[in-house]
């Protein structure tokens, strides 16, 4: 039982280079989310998806892109890195859209953009 | 705008009792939530509050109070192990979760 995963676990980037971050959850949730989380901030939404096929923009979508081909995977792209979308990026599920009273998260893939 | 606030860091003993607070404005409320991150790790769902009063979960309390925009959460008998950091998140009217900057607690012997 894996619940959620992502990788890589952690990636130095070249500014200007594309990247996609990898997330699977074997849950069978409906909805998905990716968040950026910061040092002193809170975590904060880049983009969410409530069902396969759908998907929505958080607080902070900008410089990101995100696909909901199935239920499983939620892959987030950068299309052109730079050095302040270094962040630690946390994927999560919840049963249903964001009416659910619990999200799981994955372990966090860890970006640094040079 | 819409804005979250807990400590930045607290230092308790082991076997005491620490409260956490949590003071919360956004546009609407539907909902607050409590999530405990160890270091380097994901945060992990502690508890949900969604009307007034306390919610009690073994060594762990949740309160609210909604008119005054506000929680705390409660750690009791403090073990090494309680020590990370606590997340605040109020769910508002947009069914959008608003996330606190997190309260790190450091437990001492």
Known sequence: IAGITQAPTSQILAAGRRMTLRCTQDMRHNAMYWYRQDLGLGLRLIHYSNTAGTTGKGEVPDGYSVSRANTDDFPLTLASAVPSQTSVYFCASSEAGQGSNEQFFGPGTRLTVL | ?109
């Open chain 2, 1 to 109: 705008g819409q804005n979250i606030d807990q400590p930045t860091e607290m230092t308790a003993t082991e076997g005491a009792i620490v409260q956490i607070n949590c003071t919360y404005q956004t546009s609407g409320f539907n909902g607050l939530f409590w999530y405990q991150q160890h270091a380097g790790e994901a945060p992990t769902f502690l508890s949900y509050n969604v009307l007034d009063g306390l919610e009690e979960k073994g060594r762990f309390s949740s309160f609210l109070s909604r008119s005054k925009g506000y929680s705390y959460l409660l750690l009791k008998e403090l073990q090494m192990k309680d020590s990370a950091s606590y997340l605040c998140a109020v769910r508002d009217s947009n069914y959008q979760l608003i996330w606190g900057a997190g309260t790190k607690l450091i437990i001492k012997p």
